[in-house]
């Protein structure tokens, strides 16, 4: 393995392809000169965005060139059978062969499920990978999973997503024991569905610092480190709060223009208002991870700017330095022995 | 039945008690002075903050006693087997004996859901009744049903929800065909859970005005009237967009609140923030109702404060004048009728 991260990226995945990757890998190579990067894709499309961008192709900057495109609405399915020479395969199976460290894609979330799952196969003791990101909250960030790689799932699933979040917020926070909760619902008569409250028992004898249930409010407090739910539910989670979050947004906004003088104001609270939006800025949390496979894959928000993903390949490129497969296998392992035991 | 509404208020509810259903009393009265309200409970603690708040009791409010209080943390089935004399109990009674109309608690949500079950009883054709309540959108609001009042719930359930729903908001919000989505995952691979898949085609034969899946952060862009989830599902979405909210505002007020500076431009930025805080105030979405009963149960959030519980005051006098109950059970009737054909 090479000193420096080899990060594979497919350059056509996402909304704006080569648009986007490129520049976007340009973002990380300015800020980490020494950064490997490989653009996998149509290498005319690739070659014309390094050009309009002033940069050059050398160790560092790459392109491995593959003919196909995953569309965005493809079914995953035909994908995986059909586009066998797409930048999204070809970017995978560089990781599969060792050429690089990391896959890091914008494209059809189901495609890179499956894609993965097939070229780079589950960690043992894991059924499917899940996928595991990063939200802001009070107190710095708590990380969530599952996002939507597994809707129907039982207890023993959460169980899994709970050993692997916190193995991973531990590896790339730097915590010892980070705290894992279990989402579930309120003061209600009936506490929880029957997969959380077949779970609860398992996580409380997993040896992980697990602290109880948690409510979707408790995402956001910093009072949790890994909220563990099933794909349906972190979905769903997810985008009420991005929903709610765009609405505040817009209805600022048009408070700050109703008039002139709510414009003059809003000028001198500018400074004020980019401090803010930057402490909530989406993108800064854009590389979600799917965990439980041998290699490292990142999934990128489909509609990302060069920021965004620039910040998903170095998520990527934090869990190749700290080998993050490697260390949930080793605790899969522990956990697999005791169980055989 | 009388002209005005009478509404029967478990008056020992909440965390406040009659310290706040009192006030709130007065809020409404002051809007609608031809309001009748009955303030159920502990009479010497209700005098007292009649006094306190310098009113008069008289035809349009009134006094019930009853001694005992349902605790916040009580077991439901213990509330309802041991507290017959509670303010919540006797509350729910008035109305199942037509002395009042409606009946509005802070208390103990799962007391309440089991007590009006229990006392009112469902309509012919659903399980159990589910929680709907309404959030702000851009562009007005949205309702969103269950709760929390249902986590494990089959596609039958979803489809009750989806009709009770409908009819729901038809009447309260004056409009002939409500949109009606129900909640589901994004792009990804599998699409919706086995619930979700299952209650698609109910939907979709259902005579109602089914727009198909919605995602979370459709619930606050105004494209959809009402959103349909399980109880689970629809508890963690409501709690997540209030933590994110939460988290925002708290944020935005640490930006503002710097330095002296910041401070200064946060002193002429009041009126725009105050104007956006109002647009956002949960307060003024306070009041979930209990559908599917044969009588009109409002749940308000423990914690409200008299402006809040004003507004679920509301939400109850609007249900008794738009009939809800019988509006549900005439359509119910009608699709079971079908059903049976």
Redesign the interface.
């Known amino acids: 393995m090479a000193d420096n991260p080899i990060i594979a990226l497919d350059a056509m995945g996402g909304d704006f392809g080569p648009r986007v990757i490129v520049p976007a890998a340009a973002l990380v190579l300015k800020e980490k000169p020494d950064a490997r990067l490989i653009l996998v894709g149509q290498q005319d499309a690739i070659k014309e965005q390094i050009a309009l961008h002033g940069l050059q192709l050398s160790e560092n900057l790459q392109i491995h060139h593959a003919a196909e495109i995953v569309a965005?609405?493809e079914a995953?399915a035909q994908a995986l059978r059909k586009k066998k020479d797409s930048s999204m395969r070809v970017a995978i199976n560089l990781v599969h062969e060792g050429r690089a460290n990391a896959v890091v894609s914008a494209g059809?979330?189901?495609?890179l499920?499956?894609t993965a799952k097939f070229v780079l196969k589950t960690l043992p003791g894991i059924d499917r990978p899940a996928l595991m990101t990063t939200l802001?909250?009070?107190m710095g960030h708590t990380h969530m999973l599952d996002l939507?790689?597994n809707?129907?799932v039982g207890a023993n699933h959460l169980f899994q997503f709970a050993v692997m979040g916190s193995i991973t917020a531990a590896a790339v926070d730097n915590i010892e024991n980070p705290r894992v909760g279990l989402?579930n619902?309120?003061?209600?008569?009936?506490k929880?569905?029957?997969q959380?409250k077949a779970a609860e028992p398992l996580l409380q004898n997993s040896g992980l610092n697990y602290i109880g249930f948690v409510?979707?409010?408790?995402?956001?407090?910093g009072d949790v480190d890994v909220v563990v739910?099933?794909?349906?539910?972190g979905?769903?989670?997810?985008?009420?709060?991005?929903?709610?979050?765009?609405?505040?947004t817009?209805?600022?906004k048009e408070?700050?223009t109703?008039n002139w003088l709510?414009r003059l104001?809003?000028l001198?609270?500018m400074p004020?208002?980019k401090?803010?939006r930057k402490?909530?800025d989406h993108r800064a949390y854009n590389g979600a991870s799917l965990l439980g496979l041998r290699d490292i894959a990142i999934k990128s928000h489909?509609g990302a700017d060069a920021y965004a993903f620039s910040n998903a390949i170095k998520v990527a490129m934090l869990e190749v330095e700290k080998s993050l497969p490697q260390r949930i296998e080793k605790h899969l392992e522990t956990l697999l022995e005791k169980e055989s035991a």
């Open positions: 965005m609405d995953p059809n979330t189901g495609a499920m499956a802001p909250s009070l939507g790689a809707v129907d989402l619902v309120g003061s209600e008569a009936m929880g569905n029957a959380v409510e979707g409010d408790d995402i956001f407090t739910c099933d794909g349906f539910v979905n769903v989670s997810l985008k009420s709060a991005e929903g709610v979050a765009k609405m505040i817009q209805l600022m408070e700050f109703r709510t104001v809003g001198a609270a004020i208002l401090a803010f402490r909530v489909g």
